[in-house]
């Protein structure tokens, strides 16, 4: 089985500028959640989406959104980036979306804002 | 909200050395609990879980972790560390915000371990 896979693996930005990173599900995962990974920190949740719609968020502006497309996969945006805003994002795929769940993360998008 | 506490933020190691890593979360309840592992230059992994049963519950690679429900912990364990047992190592609880699932992850305890 093919595992999450995002794209692109790095980028350069600059401030205002803005970004989409997307991701693949594993087969067979109805439900999509990015995480960001600040340097020395662990991944914080951003949001969930299932059946293509975000059904839960953490502590990010709306400036960051996202999408789930027909076929599982998903986008995130990030608008008018912030030095802040450097990081490793992470998509997560899972089989469910409440509930006793595994969550199989990409390697992740590494975002540098200058 | 909940929050995870990982209190070892570095630990350096000899080859064979036994490994202790502290784990807290914030508050009880129904508590989907993970170690999650992170190698040089790869994606996260999953070590090991606990659901619900048997608070001892074993991971991949010899690794082993004990939930203590009465003490908030989920602390992790392996008798002999080898030196590819070298990463970054987060402890993640699982919280339901009545819409969507999500994992809240400590800051991480990077692992040395030398030959």
């Known amino acids: 089985e093919t595992g999450v896979t995002q794209s692109p693996t790095h980028l350069i930005k600059t401030r205002g500028q803005q970004v989409t990173l997307r991701c693949s599900s594993q087969?067979?995962?109805?439900?999509v959640s990015w995480y960001q990974q600040a340097l020395g920190q662990g991944p914080q949740f951003i949001f969930q989406?299932?059946?293509?719609?975000?059904?839960g968020r953490g502590n990010f502006p709306p400036r960051f959104s996202g999408l789930q497309f027909p076929n599982y996969s998903s986008e995130l945006n990030v608008n008018a980036l912030e030095l802040d805003d450097s990081a490793l994002y992470l998509c997560?795929?899972?089989?469910?979306?409440?509930?006793?769940?595994?969550?199989?993360f990409g390697a992740g998008s590494r975002l540098t804002v200058l | 909200a909940q929050s995870v506490s990982q209190h070892n933020h570095h630990v350096i190691l000899s080859e064979a050395a036994s490994l202790e890593l502290g784990c807290n979360y914030s508050?009880?309840?129904?508590?989907?609990l993970f170690w999650y592992v992170q190698y040089p230059g790869q994606h996260l992994q999953l070590l090991l879980k606990?659901?619900?049963?048997?608070?001892l519950v074993k991971g991949i690679k010899g690794f082993e972790a004990e939930f203590i429900k009465s003490k908030f912990s989920f602390n992790l364990r392996k008798p002999s560390v080898q030196w590819s047992d070298t990463a970054e190592y987060f402890c993640?609880?699982?919280?339901?915000?009545?819409?969507?699932?999500?994992?809240?992850f400590g800051t991480g305890t990077r692992l040395q371990v030398t030959l």
């Open positions: 997560a795929s899972s089989l469910k979306r409440s509930g006793a769940n595994v969550l199989t």
């Open positions: 087969s067979g995962h109805n439900t």
């Open positions: 989406y299932y059946r293509e719609e975000e059904n």
């Open positions: 508050y009880g309840g129904t508590v989907n």
């Open positions: 606990y659901f619900s049963g048997d608070p």
């Open positions: 993640a609880v699982n919280e339901w915000t009545g819409t969507a699932s999500k994992l809240t």
